[in-house]
Each structure stands twice: as structure tokens, then as C-alpha cells.
T-cell receptor, first 109, second 115 residues
């Protein structure tokens, strides 16, 4: 099956800093989603981005499908950005999302 | 428009007991999914459904059964709970499997502990 690797596994920032999270995948995909799992366990949809670039406030994401990677940018980080960020992909021939192991982000005041 | 809802939010079972988790969606989605999340890991697919009356196995189906009698509901059953099934269970739904319609929307999760 498809492999999904996220980096870095852990990231600690001071409030106001910027960061880039990366997701590499091993096969062609027709779905790529970024999620934020907050400290209460809730899974929040950030982006549906099988290709191209999207922005939503301080967050933006870019997927380069031909090179099999996606990037999530967080600018001017806030303490409420803390939590785990997951990348999940669906193979073009598949029916399920395969999740990476996540990036644990801690933003300190 | 409530999206995807799950019942119950929390449950504690003893080994060998049975229970059913209910997932409901009001988006008229054809596809529904059950995932589990173990500590420190991403989600893994248990079973999924491609429409009313149809189900299929995912990555980790053993010990679970599912049913989709109505389009809006997807039930996950544990016939004889084991401590290894202690996990957080998420339900999701999507309109289709193809690009543009395959974004998955997730419910709030059910935290299950089996003692």
C-alpha cells in the first residue's frame, strides 16, 4: 500500500514564529487532506488539496502531486495551533485514506 | 446541518461485552467509513461502505462488524470486546471516491475503553 511520511515528528515554536510541515507519499493520489487534531482529540479538516495551493487565514498548503509531496505552512503561530497535524492521502486506485504518523506541534507563549 | 455525528462519545466495556457505535450523516453522502486511532498513531480504516446495504473490509477489520441499513447511518459492532480494542473510533463520510467529491468529513470520535 501507499506510504505516507511526515516531517518533522515534533516541533516546538515560540508564539509568532512560522513553520513548514512536510508530507511525502509513495504513489499517485486523488485525495490529500491536512487535519489538525486538537488536545481534546477533535479532528479538524484544514485543507482538501490533492494538487495546487490553498490559503485559509494564517494557514496555507501546497501539493505537488507529480513530485509526491505536500507542505503545510503556519504563519504567526498561536498557542491554539498546538496539537498534532496529520496528512492523509487516498491512492488513485484506492478507497481509503492512509494517514501519516503526524507532526506534534507545541507553540509556547 | 450537523455533518457527521457519533453516539456515544465515551464508553467503558468489560472484556467479552458487546456494543454498537452509531454514526449518522446528513450530507447525503454515499460513502461512509469507520477508523480507529491508537495512542501516538494516525487513523486506520476498519470497514467502509459504498452505499446503502453494502460494506467492505478495511485495513484492520478483525473483531468488528458493520451494517448500513439506511444511507445516513453506519453502525460499528463489537460482538465480544477485547482490551486490544481500546481506542478512539472515528466515523467519516464522503460523496464519492473520485477527485472533487472524495473529501472525507469526520465525526467527533468515540473513546472506548475495554477493561
Amino acid at each position: 500500500g501507499i506510504q505516507v511520511e511526515q516531517s518533522p515528528p515534533d516541533l516546538i515554536l515560540q508564539e509568532g514564529a512560522n513553520s513548514t510541515l512536510r508530507c511525502n507519499f509513495s504513489d499517485s493520489v486523488n485525495n490529500l487532506q491536512w487535519f489538525h487534531q486538537n488536545p481534546w482529540g477533535q479532528l479538524i479538516n484544514l485543507f482538501y488539496i490533492p494538487s495546487g495551493t490553498k490559503q485559509n487565514g494564517r494557514l496555507s498548503a501546497t501539493t505537488v502531486a507529480t513530485e509526491r509531496y505536500s507542505l503545510l505552512y503556519i504563519s504567526s503561530s498561536q498557542t491554539t495551533d498546538s496539537g498534532v497535524y496529520f496528512c492523509a492521502v487516498q491512492e488513485t486506485s484506492g478507497s481509503r485514506l492512509t494517514f501519516g504518523e503526524g507532526t506534534q506541534l507545541t507553540v509556547n507563549p | 446541518n450537523a455533518g457527521v455525528t457519533q453516539t456515544p462519545k465515551f464508553r467503558v466495556l468489560k472484556t467479552g461485552q458487546s456494543m454498537t457505535l452509531l454514526c449518522a450523516q446528513d450530507m447525503n453522502h454515499e460513502y461512509m467509513y469507520w477508523y480507529r486511532q491508537d495512542p501516538g498513531m494516525g487513523l486506520r480504516l476498519i470497514h467502509y461502505s459504498v452505499g446503502e446495504g453494502t460494506t467492505a473490509k478495511g485495513e484492520v477489520p478483525d473483531g468488528y462488524n458493520v451494517s448500513r441499513l439506511k444511507k445516513q447511518n453506519f453502525l460499528l459492532g463489537l460482538e465480544s470486546a477485547a482490551p486490544s480494542q481500546t481506542s478512539v473510533y472515528f466515523c467519516a463520510s464522503s460523496y464519492s471516491l473520485g477527485t472533487g467529491g472524495n473529501e472525507q468529513y469526520f465525526g467527533p470520535g468515540t473513546r472506548l475503553t475495554v477493561t
